[in-house]
């Protein structure tokens, strides 16, 4: 499902002393089946995107399109629409296994489905299911999610999303807390719902590298207003706009440009150390 901001501003407390203006006429399309990624120092009004699309929030002006549908500063006509757009919808918040208060994993995850009363056959098979597409073996269905590890949490904070098949996946700051295994897992994760369930897909992260690792395009904020956009190796190539932003671009991209500079070499963007590294030995032989 394709998602559409026609020219959204939000504003939090408005008409009031502490009014504040978290974003101002932001137009931006997400493409079905493809990776977006909203980076923008803190502050910037990423999270507050992501809670208006689904919605959370309600824009303050402008409109957000899903397919046919329409939010708009009136919200939606009934409850019922709004269910619907949140089972479709599936937001990761950032740390959302804090959120955790069953005692297992299997009770974790079918807790958001007994709320919209899927059957119980049904929820279990849902349960199986997303525990497997994040990489976890059945028997975790009986642990308890507290005494898991920070990336072993984070699968399972994913899959009680997963469980619904939304159509359209938002993660808030994924590898927050993360180690390196964990962002590896991550990443492999995000890149498999992308490939074999066609989600659209909506990263919101200051990981510049985790960006460049999945994203198709690139979306940089400041002050709630759209700085640049485009493919991500487009929008990667203008290094000093994202310094003036606060903001670096990818390790792996800087290194290119760098060669470029320095060398006249143009070895090119990969997303994989290891085709930079096979690239450069083709230089140097
Ligand atoms: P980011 O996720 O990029 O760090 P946010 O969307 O959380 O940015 O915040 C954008 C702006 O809105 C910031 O100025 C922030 O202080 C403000 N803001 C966020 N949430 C609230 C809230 N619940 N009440 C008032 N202001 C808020
Ligand atoms: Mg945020």
Redesign the pocket.
């Known amino acids: 499902m394709e998602i559409k901001l026609n020219e959204v501003s939000f504003s ?2 408005p008409r009031s002393q ?1 009014e ?1 203006k ?1 974003l101002d006429k932001v137009s931006i399309n997400f493409p079905e089946g493809k990776i977006t990624s909203i980076i ?10 992501a ?1 208006l699309i689904n919605a959370l929030l309600f824009p303050s002006e402008g409109t957000i399109e899903y397919g046919s549908f329409l939010l708009s500063s009136k919200g939606i006509q009934n409850n019922h629409e709004i269910n619907n757009l949140r089972v479709n919808i599936g937001l990761i918040f950032q740390f959302p296994e804090e959120q955790f208060f069953n005692m297992t994993v299997k009770d974790e995850i079918s807790f958001g489905m007994k709320y919209f009363k899927y059957k119980t056959k049904d929820i279990d098979n849902r349960v199986k299911n997303s525990l497997k597409l994040v990489g976890l073996s059945e028997e975790y269905e009986n642990r308890n999610p507290f005494t898991l590890s920070s990336g072993e949490k984070r699968k399972v904070a994913i899959a009680s999303i997963l469980a619904f098949n939304p159509k359209v996946i938002i993660l ?1 700051e994924p590898t927050i807390g993360l180690d390196a295994l964990g962002k590896k897992n991550l990443i492999q994760l995000i890149r498999k719902l992308k490939m074999r369930l066609n989600k659209t897909i909506i990263i ?1 992260s200051h990981d510049i590298d985790l960006v460049h690792a999945v994203s198709d395009n690139v979306i940089l ?1 400041d002050k ?1 207003k759209v700085i640049t956009e485009g493919d991500k190796y487009t929008v990667f190539k203008n290094e000093e706009l994202f310094k003036e932003y606060g903001m670096h671009i990818p390790k792996m991209i800087e290194f290119s440009n760098l060669v470029f500079r320095k060398k006249g070499i143009k070895i090119g963007y990969r997303d994989e150390i290891n085709d930079l590294i096979k690239d450069i030995y083709r230089y140097v032989k």
């Open positions: 939090y407390n502490i504040t978290a923008g120092r803190s502050g910037s009004g990423k999270t507050t995107i809670e808030d919101i904020l709630g």
